[in-house]
């Protein structure tokens, strides 16, 4: 394999949810490695916002509505992504997150959890972020016999946290579909891995770590407390691993792994 380790400038990258806080700055880093790159999501305003970013550091990017619990809506984002910037070759599976209807307030009891909240958290991360998204872009990158796939689970998926259980339950599960995947993919060129963030403040996490002065809640002290490093991470120390686990030289024997970056937290007990 010829080229520069982490090199990618033959590589086309799709970042699903590339209009929030961690894809974001996920398909910045890819932009900035020489990835051209496709934001998706249904925001065209903040995947706009992110485009232009890409485009003054240098890079090439373009906004694709989709919308990811839509398999019609991805196979046309992929199809108009392959005609401007040519076949993915990069898929960031970014969108998900937790439900407020789905967290048990503290002391609450878990036997109350509603069904419907439950399965609202399931199909954002599991379907919609994962599974349609795979497949839909899964099929072109096995006709190519090239690709990487990288999962945003959580490292809740592996540590179950208080009160999100369900959101945890379901990160668990992209941990494992991302295991399946690499193995049914593993001779046709497609490396299929995990990245786990720890804590790493956003909008679908705010209300959990902040007060509404900005100060940190009870959980979120408890949180840095807990966290060797003693802070949140930010979003653009997820670069890292991205270009890493996209980049076809750099993890060419890397798949089905999952990436924990989380400032030690799953690393310690107390
Ligand atoms: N922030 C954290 O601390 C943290 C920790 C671990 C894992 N994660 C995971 O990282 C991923 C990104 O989360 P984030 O923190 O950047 O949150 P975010 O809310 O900023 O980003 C998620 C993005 O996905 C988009 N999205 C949601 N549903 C969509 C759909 N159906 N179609 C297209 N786009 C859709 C949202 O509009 C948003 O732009 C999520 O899977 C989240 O669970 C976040």
């Given amino acids: 394999m010829s080229g520069k380790l982490f090199d990618l400038s033959g590589e086309v990258a799709a970042v699903i949810g590339g209009t929030g806080a961690l894809g974001g700055a996920m398909a910045q880093a890819l932009g900035e490695a020489g990835a051209k790159v496709a934001i998706i999501g249904r925001s065209a305003e903040r995947g706009g916002e992110r485009v232009q970013q890409i485009q003054a550091a240098g890079g090439t990017a373009i906004f ?6 839509s398999r019609d ?3 046309a984002a992929r199809d108009a992504i392959a005609s401007q910037l040519g076949t993915v070759t990069v898929l960031v599976n970014a969108a998900g997150g937790n439900k407020p209807d789905a967290t048990l307030p503290p002391g609450s009891d878990f036997c109350k959890l509603s069904n419907a909240a439950w399965n609202e958290v399931f199909d954002l991360n599991l379907v919609g972020g994962v599974l349609l998204p795979s497949q ?3 099929e072109s990158m096995v006709a ?3 690709g990487s796939i990288i999962n945003i689970a959580s490292m809740s998926g592996m540590i179950p946290l208080s009160r999100v259980v369900a959101y945890s339950a379901a990160k668990a599960a992209v941990i494992n579909l991302t295991m399946f995947l690499a193995r049914e993919w593993a001779t046709k060129g497609v490396r299929v891995n995990a990245l786990s963030p720890g804590f790493f403040p956003a909008e679908q996490n705010r209300k959990l770590l902040f007060n509404d002065d900005g100060s940190y809640s009870a959980r979120g002290q408890q949180i840095i407390g807990h966290t060797p490093m003693a802070r949140f991470g930010t979003a653009e120390e997820l670069g890292g691993a991205t270009v890493w686990l996209a980049a076809p030289k750099a993890s060419s024997f890397v798949t ?3 990436i924990v970056v989380d400032g030690g937290f799953s690393s310690v007990t107390i």
């Fill in 64 to 69: 694709q509505s989709a919308d990811a619990m």
């Fill in 73 to 75: 809506s991805l196979t």
């Fill in 136 to 138: 839909v872009f899964g």
């Fill in 144 to 146: 190519a016999g090239k």
């Fill in 256 to 258: 089905g792994q999952n």
